[in-house]
């Protein structure tokens, strides 16, 4: 049974400024390592594995609303650079939009079920899925979206 994590993209502004980092990192790992995606690193190491690749995404928290996910392609056991033990999230480089939706602050990650995640913009049909972020943004803010 497929399982997502929810986690908060700290120091994030945007989107876009989100975009431009994984894209930054998905252009650094196909360099050293000879294939192409993004990761995060955490210091929990997720106990199921097995369901979250089975088709899982890692949905981000930016500026208090879920904004995007990207699918979970790998889950590697590292250690950081002070020795302790680390999990590398190894993600898709393409952002996903999902339909906003607001979200508290809460530290690390959590598993968050298939029922409880928000849809894929595309796939809901928005007619504002064009809009830069900040106009969306700002039209929510107004009670207009």
């Known amino acids: 049974m497929t399982l997502h994590m929810i986690k908060l993209s700290v120091g994030t502004e945007s989107l876009e400024e989100l975009a431009a980092y994984k894209a930054e990192q998905a252009e650094l790992s196909e360099r050293e390592a000879g294939r192409r995606f993004a990761w995060h690193t955490t210091r929990m ?3 199921r594995r097995d369901a979250l690749l089975d088709g899982g995404s890692v949905y981000w928290v930016i500026r208090g609303e879920i904004r995007a996910r990207q699918r979970l392609l790998d889950l590697r056991e590292s250690t950081d650079e002070a020795g ?5 999230l190894e993600l898709d480089p393409t952002l996903v939009k999902v339909v906003p939706r607001a979200r508290r602050p809460f530290q690390g990650w959590r598993y968050l079920k298939p029922e409880d995640a928000p849809p894929d913009l595309a796939e809901h049909g928005d007619e504002t899925a064009e809009m830069p972020e900040w106009m969306r943004a700002e039209l929510r803010e107004l009670g207009l979206l």
């Open 84 to 88: 302790r033990r680390a999990c590398v």
């Open 45 to 47: 190491v997720p106990t």
